[in-house]
Each structure stands twice: as structure tokens, then as C-alpha cells.
């Protein structure tokens, strides 16, 4: 018998070098952590210092005219942001139910695993395509596709401001059909992971009830990954609002304000990538106004969609 | 062939196979009516698929074919014309993770409900729903609240009360106390105890002590390696009342297990 007061057994001592690299571990990630905000703060300062000239010039006035003309200096960015809001609105409405139902598509075991992966690598596929190839596609293949059915819509909807001109060629109407596809994979392979990611007991406490397909898909699965499905259309939303190359090259870049959809129109982005080149002095200024407002946009939508997921998500 | 006034469910022949090995070979079993039947066995003896080849479950499951029949009172659930959504609705289960939706306590019962067409009073029958399944006291100030706030045991609770109010016939139970405490545990026993006054219960179960509480019949299984591969099959060792199959079993396999010399 051992009487002593030993320890039982002895603790191993950790290193003093192992102890540093813990510790500036932590130091890293809070520097990391802390530099995306910083860069977060430190771009929106930017703009917002150099928009203020053209803040104080036109106020909210800005925002209501569209009258954006660079030779007399005077400058409203109405047409770009009813372009951005356009666009981007009506390519959500067109990409969120196929890529939804796509997501569904490939969760579900509908057809065999096989053809399943097949489709969801072929949508992933699609955003590898860069977008200055599709904005190509869309004016040479596209546009001239679809142009006998924006005729259409003109010659029997034309009553309605949205179809009130005649299609010349490029218009918000391509852009927005170029834009759904664009997020449609975003919008595909974010719902695929969340529908996934549904524990399967949910899925069976519905089927053992006796629900069908149908039910089990709209009233249980999907509500349990809508959070999810909504991350994936704001990243969406987010990516059309921003989006560039594709639009500058299909929508026209035509700064006439037009209601209509068939009619050439420009986007924020599609403003500031055609203009920033050759601007100087005060349409600088309303470009950074311009892109302020986009900031805040994407910031408003941002903060609608994290209420919408509250509201909306099932709690486990 | 001969249907039996008492018999709920018959197996005939029932052989399940998941993709290319046998889960279940041969199986003839009638389960009585208004009874509460214990399914025993080892681990891997096929139990589980057993009972959800009784509401189609594993139809869900890819590559799991059944042949032979599989009679509910001497319908063939697996001819051509028979929907699984319709037998799911009759033959209820609950599970062996107490799964509630979340949603609401009130949601979780109405949700069965109204997908079966049930017009009635709905207030009443989430009451009845949930104090026949014991668990009223615990629920009725929270009705509103999610059906996951509650306990585990709870929890298992609720997810009886959604199956009895989809008011359907049989109840199946798929080791309903596996992953509860004993008190819990104890109370789900109280319950079923009820519910086997207008249901056939029937349960797997791995404690043998609760099979000896819970049930009337039981039904021992066993799985035997299968000549030269790595699976092992289930098979039917003996069914008799459980005070036999626990006191007097004829088969020595029978007699190992319950005394707990193997599996």
C-alpha cells in the first residue's frame, strides 16, 4: 500500500508551443472573423463618401426621376432601379418554382438514384457557364427564339403598361429570362441540400399517418426546410440584383424610362459597368449614389427574408 | 383458405428481401384481434420489417420486395388494387424516435386527422386523442406550443395520440420505449393497456420484461446465418400466449433467449 500522496498518475505537460499555436489559433479566427466586417464597413463607407455630393444635389429626387443625362450633368436613376427591381423580382418568380421543383425532383425518389444525379449535376453544371457566354447566347439565340412569343404578348396584352412596346431586340424581358437561368442553380442546389437535409422520421411519422406524397412534400418537408430554401432564393436574389455581364449585353442599356418589359431598359449594375470608364466629377458621384442604393436594396431584401424565415420555419 | 373470425392479420408464405439478401424467409403468423402481440428476437432477426411490411413501409424503402401475402381481415394488403395511403390509415404506427411535426401539439394531432377526412368536432378529438394516449394533463395549457418543447417520454406520447386520431384499427409499434427512461416507459405500458381494449396492438420490443407486461401473444424470432454469406435471415422460431412462450417454451432457442443465454 502507497500512503504517499501521489497523484495516481501523472498528467502529461503540454508543450509551450503547442499552448502559442492554440492560442493564436483564436487570435486568427477573431481577425479573420473581424476583417470581413471591417472590409463590409469599410466599402460601404466608400460609397457612401463619394455619393454624398450627388446626395446633397438631388436628395430623394434621385430615386423618383429618370432622367439620367451625362452632357447636361443632370442625373436620376428611376429607369436603373425599376430595371433592378424588375428583373430581379420576375426572374425569382420564374426560377424559384422550376428550381424548387427541381430540388423536389431529386430528393424524391421518383426515378432512379442514377438519372436523379444525373439532372442534379447537370443543373450544377449550368452555373459553370461564364456569364459573358450566356449573355452572348441570349442575343444571338435567345432573344431571336423568344421574339415571336414578346410579340405576342404586345399584339394581345399590350393594354397592360408592362407590354405596351413593340420587342426591338434586346429589352428587360430577355434580361430576365437570362437572369432565371443564371440562379437557378444556386436556387436548385441550395433547396436539394436543405430537402436532404430533412430528418427521415419526419418523413415517415407523415407517411405512417397516412398522408400521401403530396402531403408529405407540401405540408411537412418543405415547411421543415423552407429556412433553408429561402437562404438559397436570397443568394439568388442577391446574385440577379448584382449581376452584370449577361444584362449589360441583352437589356439595351437605354436610360428612357419605359414601363414596358419588351422595351429596353438598363439595371444599376449594367449602369455602372457601362459608365464608370468614361465619368468623371459629378456623374461619379451619382454613380456611387446609384450603387449605394443597390447596397441598400439587397440590405432591405436581406432583412425581409431573415423576418420571412422567423415567421415561416418549423421548430424542431 | 380458411379466415379466421379472430385473426386481424395473417402472414402467408412471407418472404422480404432487401435488394438481393433475405431479411425474412417464410413466414406463417396470424396475429389476433383486440390484442396486444409482442414480437421478440436478436438484433437483425427482422422484427422491425416484419411489422412495417403489416402498414407498407417499406415500400419507402428502395430495393425491399415481399412475396407471399400479407392478409388484413383476409384482404391481400399487397394486391394491385390496394393503396398503401389507405392501409397507412388504417394500420397506424409509431416509431422508435418519438417524431412529433413541428408544429403545434394541437397541429400534430389535427394533421392526421384532417389528411383521413375527419369533419367532426376537432377541439374533441385532440382532448380524447390525448388522454387516451395519458398525455392530456402535460399538454392542455400548451396546445399552442411545438410538439417538440415536450419530454422524450412525452414526446412518444403525442406521437400515440396523432396515431389514434387518425382512428384507425391496428396499432403498430416499433420498440415505442427504446429510447425513453423507465418512468416514461412505464407509463407508454399504462397506456397501451387502455388502448388494447378497442385496438390489436402489435410491438417490438427488445425488453422482454416488457413484453411479458404489455402483451397477450408472442411471437420469437431468430435469424440464422445464411449458407456461405455474410446476412443472416429471420425465421419464426415460436408463437404461442406469453405466459407460454415465458414459462413452458417448447423450442430450446426459445428457452436460451428468454433466459438470456444468447442474443
Known amino acids: 500500500m502507497n500512503t504517499e500522496s501521489k497523484p495516481i498518475f501523472k498528467l502529461r505537460k503540454r508543450s509551450d508551443t503547442e499552448k502559442l499555436i492554440d492560442k493564436s489559433f483564436k487570435g486568427l479566427a477573431l481577425i479573420m472573423a473581424n476583417s470581413v466586417a471591417l472590409i463590409l464597413f469599410a466599402i460601404f463607407l466608400v460609397i457612401f463618401s463619394g455619393s454624398t455630393e450627388s446626395m446633397a444635389r438631388y436628395g430623394l429626387q434621385f430615386i423618383t426621376t429618370s432622367d439620367w443625362n451625362p452632357v447636361l450633368d443632370n442625373y436620376g436613376a428611376f429607369t436603373a432601379i425599376y430595371g433592378t427591381i424588375t428583373t430581379s423580382i420576375l426572374s425569382l418568380l420564374i426560377a424559384v418554382p422550376l428550381g424548387v421543383g427541381s430540388a423536389i425532383f431529386i430528393t424524391e425518389d421518383f426515378v432512379p438514384i442514377k438519372i436523379r444525379n444525373l439532372v442534379s449535376n447537370l443543373i450544377e453544371l449550368l452555373a459553370a457557364i461564364p456569364s459573358v457566354v450566356l449573355g452572348l447566347w441570349a442575343i444571338f439565340i435567345m432573344e431571336p427564339f423568344l421574339r415571336p412569343f414578346f410579340l405576342f404578348l404586345n399584339k394581345f396584352l399590350g393594354w397592360l403598361p408592362i407590354f405596351g412596346s413593340e420587342p426591338i431586340g434586346p429589352g428587360i424581358a430577355p434580361a430576365i429570362i437570362i437572369l432565371a437561368i443564371m440562379i437557378l442553380p444556386i436556387i436548385t442546389s441550395i433547396s436539394r441540400d436543405s430537402l436532404n437535409q430533412v430528418p427521415q422520421n419526419l418523413r415517415l411519422a407523415a407517411y405512417g399517418v397516412g398522408a400521401t406524397r403530396w402531403t408529405t412534400i407540401f405540408i411537412v418537408i418543405l415547411p421543415a426546410a423552407i429556412s433553408g430554401i429561402i437562404g438559397g432564393i436570397l443568394l439568388a436574389l442577391g446574385r440577379a440584383m448584382g449581376e452584370t455581364m449577361a444584362v449589360t449585353m441583352i437589356i439595351g442599356n437605354s436610360n428612357n424610362f419605359s414601363w414596358s418589359l419588351l422595351a429596353p431598359g438598363n439595371t444599376i449594375s449594367a449602369l455602372l459597368a457601362n459608365q464608370f470608364g468614361e465619368a468623371d466629377g459629378s456623374q461619379v458621384s451619382s454613380l456611387m449614389y446609384a450603387g449605394f442604393i443597390l447596397m441598400i436594396l439587397t440590405l432591405l431584401v436581406n432583412i425581409f427574408a431573415q423576418w420571412l424565415v422567423k415567421k415561416i420555419r418549423l421548430k424542431y | ?263
Open chain 2, 1 to 263: 383458405m380458411s379466415y379466421n373470425m379472430n385473426t386481424c392479420i395473417s402472414f402467408e408464405n412471407v418472404s422480404i428481401k432487401y435488394g438481393g439478401f433475405d431479411a425474412v424467409r417464410n413466414l406463417y403468423l396470424d396475429i389476433p384481434k383486440g390484442k396486444v402481440t409482442a414480437l421478440i428476437g436478436p438484433s437483425g432477426c427482422g422484427k422491425s420489417t416484419v411489422l412495417r411490411s403489416i402498414n407498407r413501409m417499406n415500400d419507402l424503402i428502395v430495393g425491399c420486395t415481399i412475396t407471399g401475402r400479407v392478409l388484413y381481415e383476409g384482404i391481400d394488403l399487397y394486391s394491385p388494387e390496394i393503396d398503401p395511403v389507405e392501409v397507412r390509415r388504417m394500420i397506424g404506427m409509431v416509431f422508435q424516435q418519438p417524431n412529433p411535426f413541428p408544429k403545434s401539439i394541437y397541429e400534430n394531432i389535427a394533421f392526421g386527422a384532417r389528411i383521413n377526412g375527419y369533419t367532426g368536432n376537432m377541439d374533441q378529438l385532440v382532448e380524447e386523442s390525448l388522454k387516451k394516449a395519458a398525455v392530456w394533463e402535460e399538454c392542455k395549457d400548451k396546445l399552442n406550443e411545438s410538439g417538440c418543447s415536450l419530454s422524450g417520454g412525452q414526446q412518444q406520447r403525442l406521437c400515440i395520440a396523432r396515431t389514434i386520431a387518425t382512428q384507425p384499427d391496428v396499432i403498430l409499434m416499433d420498440e415505442p420505449c427504446s429510447a425513453l427512461d423507465p418512468i416514461s416507459t412505464l407509463k407508454i405500458e399504462e397506456t397501451m393497456h387502455e388502448l388494447k381494449k378497442e385496438y390489436t396492438i402489435i410491438i417490438v420490443t427488445h425488453n422482454m420484461q416488457q413484453a411479458v407486461r404489455v402483451s397477450d401473444m408472442t411471437a420469437f424470432y431468430n435469424a440464422e446465418a445464411k449458407g456461405g454469406g455474410t446476412g443472416k435471415v429471420g425465421y419464426l422460431v415460436e408463437f404461442n400466449d406469453t405466459e407460454k412462450i415465458f414459462n413452458s417454451p417448447k423450442q430450446q432457442a426459445t428457452k436460451d433467449y428468454i433466459s438470456g443465454r444468447f442474443g
